[in-house]
Each structure stands twice: as structure tokens, then as C-alpha cells.
């Protein structure tokens, strides 16, 4: 039996109860592997770029993203969806940067309950100083660790596991629509 996070022990079920499919010793040691791996990489990007900028990594991800939008502009509900967050911590993370003047909220002229969040002369400066050490951060963790056909199935892996936990059905319960 294993006993990961993502298994149960075993209780009494009844005859019609289906036992759940436990992951094998493989699938344990990949699980875990990939727990381990992905929490020691946000660990090691946070520390960088809070040491060198101030802000966590998704705060960072924020301001890319906005960097390489029309007008360095979005919805706040596109920047949510895009960082996979829900609104309620895009809501914490645009006040942080707004006080810090990388980001400043702007009404939307057809929607009245609608903003945009809009990276600043400021905040695409501290963008252009900080992202050399992001990418070798990032480089160093990662990429140069992989060779060039691990680095491509790893791309496959995870747009297929994140393909899958987007459904596009109505009602879906993802971060971005919190």
C-alpha cells in the first residue's frame, strides 16, 4: 500500500465499493519526485527574486505578463486566469505592486465593475533589472540540468497535466473564476 498524499489508507468498503487505484511504487516515486522537484524550484525562484526585487515569483509573473500585453494592459479577470490564481490574491498581489508604483488599476470604459491592471514606467524598469538574474535563476535550476530532448518531453508532460485540470465546461472550478 502507499501512503503519498494523494492515497488513502484503506478503510472497510462494502462489495459494490470500488477500491481506489493506489499508485504503484513507480508512480510513487515519480509523484513524489515531482512534489519535491516543483516546491524546491518556486522555493529557490521566490528567494531570488525577493532578494532581488522584493516580490514572490508569482508577483514577478504578473508584471511579465503584463509586459508583454497591448499597451502593457489587462483585465484583472484575463491576469488572473493567466497566473492561475484566483481573483482574490490577484486582488492582494495588484494592491502590493500599486504600492510599490509597478502597477496602477484603471477603470474600464465599457464595463463599469470591470478594471484593468497597468505595469508602469516603474514597474517595467524594476522588470529590465531584475529579469537577468531571473533567467539565470531559472536556467541554472533547471534547464541546464536537462538535456534538449528532456527539456522538450518535460514541456509535453506539463502542457498535458495542464491541459487536463482545465476543463472548458461551464462550471468549471478553477482558480481564475473564484
Same mark, same amino acid.
Given at each position: 500500500m502507499n501512503t503519498a498524499s494523494t492515497s488513502a489508507p484503506p478503510s472497510p468498503v462494502s462489495a459494490s465499493a470500488e477500491e481506489p487505484r493506489w499508485l504503484t511504487d513507480d508512480e510513487q516515486r515519480v509523484w513524489r519526485?515531482?512534489?519535491?522537484?516543483?516546491? /524546491?524550484l518556486e522555493d529557490h525562484l521566490d528567494r531570488? /527574486?525577493?532578494?532581488d526585487a522584493g516580490m514572490?515569483?508569482?508577483y514577478y509573473g504578473l508584471l511579465v505578463k503584463l509586459a508583454e500585453s497591448p499597451r502593457r494592459r489587462l483585465r484583472m479577470t484575463e491576469l488572473a486566469m493567466y497566473a492561475k490564481i484566483t481573483r482574490s490574491r490577484l486582488s492582494h498581489a495588484i494592491a502590493r505592486l500599486e504600492k510599490n508604483g509597478w502597477v496602477r488599476r484603471e477603470d474600464c470604459p465599457d464595463d463599469k465593475r470591470g478594471q484593468f491592471a497597468v505595469l508602469t514606467d516603474a514597474g517595467m524598469e524594476v522588470l529590465r533589472e531584475t529579469a537577468p538574474g531571473h533567467v539565470a535563476a531559472v536556467r541554472q535550476a533547471m534547464f541546464d540540468r536537462l538535456t534538449t530532448e528532456q527539456q522538450k518531453a518535460l514541456g509535453e508532460i506539463m502542457r498535458i497535466v495542464a491541459e487536463g485540470l482545465?476543463?472548458?465546461?461551464a462550471g468549471a472550478d478553477l482558480p481564475w473564476l473564484r
Open positions: 519526485a515531482y512534489i519535491d522537484a516543483s516546491t /524546491l531570488q /527574486l525577493q532578494r514572490p515569483h508569482v482545465q476543463p472548458s465546461e
